[in-house]
């Protein structure tokens, strides 16, 4: 079985400066872990994903996470926050066991301050 | 080409009623999964289809239903609404697992 922990639900930084985002998984086998985001009313949107290919992994918007086997963890960055940011993100985990279900975390909304 | 498609959008039921939602997902991808999102739980997978069989279910009580159809279009129904249904539901589909599912924008479900 497979879990998620998001550490913080709301995160407020500046425009211009980092954006970091905390995902830690468990899986009994190696994991496929995705973090997508989502702006108000509407779906998820995929920013990136790890599939074992590499373990910095790049996405759209700026963003990039890297995985670390030793630590569990599979953080969100960005170098420089933009207003268009602003919106609620999740980690989530698949196993490697042809299991496709998607396990997420909790959630983290990002604001931006001008 | 064209995302995951949902129908309705917006849907306001009242309690003991059923409701059937519909998604019609990415030309190609067989795996169609469904989840509920609500504040208190967040977002929970209700079930997973591959070519018309249920792969998987989550932990929901058997008022959650959904079949897949040929065209890999799915739907699913809930029976006998409580207020505790309310919640966005959303669709998502993908051609292999480590692909990532495409969402669909959601049908938001109001019971009162």
Redesign the interface.
Known sequence: AQSVTQLGSHVSVSEGALVLLRCNYSSSVPPYLFWYVQYPNQGLQLLLKYTSAATLVKGINGFEAEFKKSETSFHLTKPSAHMSDAAEYFCAVSDGSNDYKLSFGAGTTVTVRA | KAG?T?TPRYLIKTRGQQVTLSCSPISGHR?V?W?QQTPGQ??Q?LF?Y?SETQ??K?NFPGRFSGRQFSNSRSEMNVSTLELGDSALY?C?S?PT??????????T?LTVV
């Open positions: 995951v949902q795996s999964s989840y967040g977002l997978f997973e591959f792969r998987n989550g959303l998502a993908t697992q480590g692909d990532g599912y495409t969402f669909g924008s959601g938001r």
